[in-house]
């Protein structure tokens, strides 16, 4: 089994990478494999609604949109990391789930997810609630742990500072491999997937 980690600051080995890092550490201990995949400092597009998303994922090729939905296809669990922004995620990690997300959903759908937001000081459960959303529209188990999922830490290399927020994603490491864990055992036992409907859309404005 495998958790696919994004860490959506253009920083590659700043106060977001120590968070998903501690996360990492401890899905390894309870057998779990892991990577994190660096968005990076790049251009990144918006999604245009242009509705050519295909298999292969979204129209625009010149980012890591795709690389990561072919990684997601592979990963059992994942986890979005961000710096917070303004009390909110950053626009880059917003703008790379919109397409991902709507050109490749569907290898997301039934694996558990996590949110993680590092701030210097305030907006990191805004930020945090945000990241979510993505996890309810595509049928994904949400991982908690024993408080909302934040890293405090200014400068690059302040968050190992910061005693409970490391313990918070140890925890959710946790959380994230018995989740894993026991949806192995549901598949192996049998127990088959939700039968999803799908067809009806309803549109407010005739």
Not at 71 to 88: I, N
Not at 163 to 169: F, H, I, S, V, Y
Request: net charge neutral; aromatic share 10%; glycine share 14%.
């Amino acid at each position: 089994m495998k958790v696919l980690m994004l860490n959506g600051s253009s920083k590659p080995n700043g106060n977001t990478y120590i968070a998903l890092q501690e996360i990492g550490q401890q899905l390894e201990k309870e057998g779990i494999e892991y990577e994190i995949f660096q968005l990076g400092g790049g251009p990144i597009r918006d999604c245009i609604g242009c509705g050519g998303c295909s298999e292969e994922g979204c129209v625009f090729k010149d980012d890591k949109v795709n690389e990561f939905i072919a990684k997601a296809k592979e990963a059992d669990g994942f986890v979005f990391g961000t710096p917070v922004y303004y009390a909110h995620p950053s626009g880059r990690i917003l703008s790379f789930l919109d397409r991902v997300f709507y050109s490749g959903g569907g290898a997301f759908a039934f694996k558990p997810g996590a949110s993680v937001a590092v701030a210097r000081r305030g907006g990191a459960s805004a930020s945090f609630d945000v990241l979510n959303k993505y996890f309810g529209i595509a049928q994904m188990p949400v991982a908690g742990s024993t408080y909302w999922n934040s890293v405090h830490g200014c400068t690059p290399g302040e968050a190992a500072q910061d005693a409970e927020g490391l313990q918070t994603m140890r925890n959710l490491a946790k959380n994230m491999a018995w989740m894993l864990k026991c949806f192995a055992l549901g598949r192996e036992n049998g127990v088959s997937l939700p039968d999803t409907e799908r067809g009806n859309r309803t549109n407010f404005i005739r």
